[in-house]
């Protein structure tokens, strides 16, 4: 796979607290790489060392082959934490002010708006005032600033934040359809379903280290255990008795049992009693969110399976 942007051991400290620890990732030409933590772990801080707003105290950030100030910052796109667009201007000329900023030509800028402008929702409102647009659709038309140029590489810092439901299913349906285009994504976000329906791979940082790293499904089968619903009336006593569970979640006549890392699930399967009452039965394993929290909340998940967790 080629990689389109490399972080390599990033170091970073603000006054005497170090917040990154040698953060190295790539992301590759036509995936969508998550970047994930819980509040404070360095997300931002990795994304603004990727976008120059600030500089590492040591490690390097190369786009194809290109470091520092080589960087061609015209094929870069970046939809920033924080939302902002100038207030008293229309709606195309900012996103026009964005192609120009990027060196993209002018009249394909403007069919480009338009078509997009069209996909969002938002046919008509180019000559609208950004001050007269609610805060969804000011972020729809920042989202378009951010590709209008056609970036290599997009740099999406918690795009789903402060959408509805509808228009979060929109912009996860066009970043996907960027990167089977091509486009190389590196996507921050607290939304953990909608990272699992979208990601091709992740890094999960905390504290400014890292935690996980690799392909969805690698991590899934690596750090997602099984977990066993049973639908019927059973005792909860009964239930933890049973071999390798390691906690039993009652809600009325659902019972959700957690079972231990790398079971053998068809021998596991056998060892149920059989005075279970089972109306349902399915086995999936923990969620993304599961995961995530269990790191957030420092259960080392990654150290027993002999991961780079720390503490
Ligand atoms: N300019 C700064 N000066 C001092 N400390 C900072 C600065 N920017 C970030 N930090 C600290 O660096 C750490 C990482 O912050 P960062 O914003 O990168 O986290 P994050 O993972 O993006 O969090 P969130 O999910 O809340 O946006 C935090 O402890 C934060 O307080």
Same mark, same amino acid.
């Given at each position: 796979?080629?990689?389109? +942007? ?42 603004? @060392? ?27 796109? &970046? ?8 207030? @008293? ?25 338009? !078509? ?22 000011? !972020? ?82 690596? &750090? ?12 909860? !006593? ?14 009325? &006549? ?33 969620? +993304? ?21 720390? !503490?």
């Amino acid at each position: 796979m080629e990689a389109v +942007l490399s972080v390599e051991g990033l170091e970073k400290s603000f006054k005497n607290t170090k917040v990154l620890h040698n953060i190295t990732f790539d992301v590759h030409k036509g995936e969508i790489m998550a970047i994930l933590g819980p509040n404070g772990a360095g997300k931002s801080t990795t994304i603004r @060392n990727i976008m120059g707003i600030m500089y590492p105290d040591d490690g390097s950030v190369t786009f194809h082959n290109h470091q520092g100030s080589e960087i061609p910052r015209h094929k870069i796109g &970046y939809l920033p934490e924080e939302r902002g667009l100038y207030k @008293n201007v229309k709606v195309m000329d900012i996103i026009l002010y964005f192609a120009e900023l990027k060196d993209y030509p002018i009249k394909k800028a403007k069919e480009r708006a338009l !078509q997009y402008l069209e996909k969002f929702g938002l046919e008509g409102k180019e000559n609208v005032s950004v001050e007269e647009l609610s805060k969804g659709m000011g !972020q729809k038309v920042q989202f378009i600033g951010s590709i209008i140029h056609e970036p290599e590489l997009l740099i999406l810092d918690e795009p789903f934040s402060g959408l509805d439901p509808v228009s979060q299913d929109v912009f996860k349906q066009e970043i996907k359809e960027l990167a089977n285009n091509g486009t190389a994504i590196l996507l921050s976000s607290h939304q953990m379903n909608l990272v699992e329906e979208m990601c091709d791979r992740l890094f999960m940082i905390n504290r400014g280290q890292k935690v996980i790293y690799g392909s969805l499904k690698d991590v899934k089968s690596k &750090y997602a255990n099984f977990k066993c619903t049973i639908l019927g009336d059973n005792s909860a !006593q009964q239930l933890e008795s049973i071999n390798q569970v390691t906690r039993v979640e009652q809600d009325g &006549y659902s019972s959700v049992l957690y079972l231990e890392q790398g079971i053998e699930l068809p021998s596991w399967l056998h060892t149920l009693p059989n005075n279970l009452d089972i109306v349902e039965l399915k086995v999936d394993r923990i969620s +993304l969110h599961e995961i995530f929290v269990d790191v957030a909340l420092g259960r080392s998940i990654a150290e027993e399976v002999g991961g780079t967790y720390a !503490q």
